[in-house]
């Protein structure tokens, strides 16, 4: 008698099956999740560049108009103006980062 090893059809599509069941759960978690990361990682940013705003008053003895300026000066990286949820960071008159909201 033949000893045939190896998996059938069947078992093959099941195991198929179980495969995109768990992707199709886990999905929405992740995207869940993504957004709640960039959120964080935006307040992150923002204490950041506050740090570097009160390092450029330090060091010029006034505020930034903006932050072209931090970048001019070489306190933010080029093009480092967005949080990464997509959104700007302003700086207003008494220095204070904060986001701006995106319209959507």
Same mark, same amino acid.
Request: charged share 20%.
């Given at each position: ?6 998996? +059938? ?6 195991? %198929?099956? &179980? &495969? +995109?069941?768990? #992707? ?5 978690? #992740? +995207?869940?999740?993504? $957004? @709640? ?14 740090? *570097?705003? !009160?390092?450029? !008053?330090?060091?010029?003895?006034? %505020?930034? /108009?903006? $932050?072209? !300026?931090?970048?001019? /000066?070489?306190?933010? $990286?080029?093009?480092? +103006? /967005? ?7 302003? &700086? ?5 980062? @904060? !986001?701006?909201?995106? *319209?959507?």
């Amino acid at each position: 008698m033949k000893n045939n090893k190896g998996f +059938t059809l069947i078992e093959m599509l099941v195991v %198929l099956l &179980i &495969i +995109t069941i768990l #992707i199709f759960v886990a999905i929405p978690n #992740i +995207t869940k999740h993504s $957004t @709640s990361i960039n959120n964080k990682g935006c307040e992150a940013y923002i204490s950041m560049v506050q740090g *570097q705003v !009160e390092a450029y !008053e330090m060091e010029f003895h006034q %505020l930034p /108009k903006d $932050t072209a !300026e931090l970048v001019s /000066k070489d306190y933010l $990286t080029s093009g480092k +103006t /967005k949080c990464p949820n997509g959104n700007e960071i302003s &700086i207003d008159s008494n220095g204070k980062v @904060s !986001e701006v909201k995106s *319209q959507k």
